[in-house]
């Protein structure tokens, strides 16, 4: 009797345990996004608008080189909120490249993060996950600037990542009865911070 007590007792020590370990941040409203593309007739730009997402670390925040990151990161916004700053039929062709109807999110979920440079309260991680859109989810790398509040309790990162329609086989829009054509590549950049619950 006494032995079942005392493993009851280490089982939920255990779990207390990791439950205090565990650290939730979510995404702050000031996070900023926005996705960079050019056409045959002049560059353009398209505003990430309500982006959501979140991570638990399961473990202690150790900014040294080769320190992994485990946790659970997500990232999300709505397709229907991305804005052109060109009017209603720029946001519309957006909305249908990204096959919006079907999939309504950009998904980004990492599985491995991985601290690769150290300064002071800056860092670089390297950040592996896959990426939605459009229906279609592949692998993505890519390295993040890091910082880390004086108080402990704000992660950001800042970062910009190369990619193009043809990865997501998005039909490129055009306008004009086909004059003014979209190019493939697109230039994702991002400024985001997250804060600790």
């Known amino acids: 009797m006494k032995l079942k007590i005392f493993t009851l007792f280490v089982t939920l020590l ?3 345990n990791t ?3 565990q650290a939730k941040y979510t995404l702050t409203k000031e996070s900023t996004m926005k996705v960079d593309g050019s056409s ?12 959501t997402g979140s991570f638990t670390s399961v473990n202690e925040f150790k900014m040294e080189v080769g320190a992994m990151l485990y946790s659970n990161l997500e990232f999300s916004f709505p397709v229907d909120k991305m804005e052109s700053g060109r009017g209603p039929i720029m946001n519309s062709k ?15 979920k990492s599985s491995k993060n991985k601290i690769t440079s150290v300064k002071e309260n800056k860092f670089v991680l390297e950040c592996e996950g896959t990426i939605a859109a459009a229906g279609v989810e592949k692998p993505f790398t890519v390295l993040l600037n890091g910082s880390l509040s004086a108080d402990m309790k704000t992660i ?10 043809s990865m997501f086989n998005i039909v490129k829009p055009t306008a004009f009865f086909g004059k003014l054509k979209t190019k493939d590549e697109l230039n994702v950049k991002f400024n985001v911070s997250f804060i600790k619950q």
């Open 40 to 51: 045959t007739v002049s560059e353009w730009s398209a505003e990430v608008k309500e982006a």
């Open 14 to 16: 255990l779990v207390s």
């Open 156 to 165: 950001s990162f800042e970062g910009n990542k190369d990619v193009t329609m």
């Open 94 to 108: 957006i909305k249908k490249a990204l096959l919006s109807t079907a999939n309504p999110l950009v998904i980004f």
């Open 19 to 21: 439950i205090n370990s």
